[in-house]
């Protein structure tokens, strides 16, 4: 009898033991599986920050030209398409001068030429185009980001007849840094050699030279700004 006991509650204790060495498992199976499985509320608040921050990125002196250096990699064109009320031309850019190059696609990119206007035109010399009178190129400019970009004008480039360059800032600047909103296209035959140590030429005009003399033409008044608007509708890369 007490043999039957004692094989009675052997047999009790490896079951309750294999009963508990089965339960570990399962726990940590289920922990394991868990614990692998990625959270999809953790990813969606993510991709919520990653967008808000790319929403509220803006361009500043600190973080212009790092930028600029990593984007002009990323570019595959390096031709600008930009449409008047008086025609379109196309503009071919500088691949050797690349923080002007890539901040005129950049600018196109974002849409910021649209609508803007060749606000100062110089008879045989020069039309200059990418600000307006409108709030909306504030405003625009204002969410993009205050900065300027230094002179390139070591790269061989001249200002010949058709070539597009950028002006100097009309802020405090002894060192000649870049607006980076406009550009101007020169129109004197055969250039305006003079400018070629200030300015920093970045591309050239490829096609629609016509459409440039024809904006060159176009009536003035004081300040050399057109009587009538001449707006850029839509500036695009193009392939």
């Given at each position: ?156 480039h001249k200002h010949h007849r058709g070539t597009i360059s ?66 850029i509708e839509k500036a695009e890369?193009?392939?």
């Open positions: 009898m007490r043999l039957l006991k004692f094989y009675t509650f052997l047999f009790l204790a490896i079951f309750a033991l294999a009963s508990c060495k089965d339960t570990s498992k399962k726990v940590d199976s289920t922990t394991t599986e868990k614990e692998s499985k990625p959270d999809s509320t953790k990813i969606k608040e993510k991709k919520v920050v990653e967008n808000e921050e790319e929403e509220n990125f803006e361009l500043d002196e600190d973080n212009a030209i790092d930028f600029f250096f990593n984007y002009e990699k990323t570019l595959t064109a390096n031709k600008v398409k930009i449409t008047t009320g008086l025609g379109s031309f196309t503009v071919e850019l500088y691949e050797n001068v690349p923080y002007h190059r890539a901040n005129f696609i950049y600018l196109t990119e974002q849409g910021y030429f649209d609508k803007t206007q060749f606000h100062r035109v110089v008879k045989n010399f020069i039309i200059q185009g990418g600000n307006s009178d409108d709030a909306k190129t504030a405003r625009k400019r204002l969410k993009i980001g205050r900065y300027l970009l230094p002179p390139d004008t070591r790269k061989g950028m002006p100097s800032s009309e802020m405090d600047n002894p060192h000649k840094l870049a607006s980076p909103y406009e550009f101007f296209i020169v129109v004197t035959d055969p250039g305006s050699y003079h400018l070629d140590d200030n300015y920093t030429p970045f591309g050239r005009v490829i096609e629609g030279m016509d459409v440039v003399d024809k904006i060159n033409n176009v009536p003035v008044e004081k300040g050399d700004w057109p009587m009538r608007n001449v707006y890369v193009i392939e």
